[in-house]
């Protein structure tokens, strides 16, 4: 849903499949495939979608959940591209160009360890998947090129070149990162 700031009254509101949430937001340029969407230059939000959404219940994702990365256009919120997700993100982080998406899979607890999945929008392939650690819980790109991802449990932040879609490591980061924001 977008709203106008000043007045308080809504604008426009994105048509969801019945049952869905939209759990992460992120802004950047239409992706590669708004062409064929009738959608040339602008901006695109971007969301993860959960079908059908979460439950109220303890189990907060029902068994067969789908997840997908859904694009709109920034000014009427109209269809832009959808591509399906084989897990379940916890954060989306775009590339300003809207050529990549970065989604973090992590958890919290548990036996399955988190990672960070680079995702062609062009092709809709991930182009990289690395491990990260449990508890990896934000994610933000620089427009300067770098993809940053929190580890609260490990006082760090670990980094990606954007432009070469490589890992570079990690960086002390002492007091726990739980939120990042990168700064244009």
């Known amino acids: 849903m977008s709203f106008d700031t000043q007045t308080g009254q809504v604008r426009d509101q994105?048509?969801?499949?019945?049952?869905?949430?939209?759990?992460?937001?992120?802004?950047?340029?239409?992706?590669?495939?708004?062409g064929s969407f009738g959608l040339v230059g602008g901006q695109a939000v971007f969301a993860v979608v959960a079908d059908p959404g979460p439950s109220l219940d303890d189990d907060w994702w029902v068994p067969g959940t789908r997840f997908s990365l859904m694009a709109f256009g920034a000014d009427g919120l109209d269809g832009a591209g959808t591509w399906p997700l084989n897990g379940r993100p916890s954060a989306v982080a775009m590339l300003p160009d809207g050529a990549r998406a970065y989604l973090l899979e992590s958890a919290l607890f548990g036996a399955w360890q988190s990672r960070l999945i680079s995702l062609d929008l062009a092709t809709g392939a991930p182009t990289r998947r690395w491990p990260m650690p449990t508890g990896a819980m934000a994610l933000a790109v620089s427009p300067a090129g770098k993809a940053y991802v929190a580890d609260p449990f490990g006082d760090r932040l670990w980094r990606v070149d954007t432009h070469t879609d490589t890992l570079l490591g990690d960086m002390a980061m002492p007091g726990a990162p739980i939120a990042l924001a990168a700064r244009p």
């Not at 994105?14 to 708004?34: E, I, K, Q, R, Y």
């Open 14 to 34: 994105a048509v969801l499949p019945s049952g869905a949430a939209a759990t992460d937001l992120s802004l950047a340029a239409h992706p590669p495939t708004a």
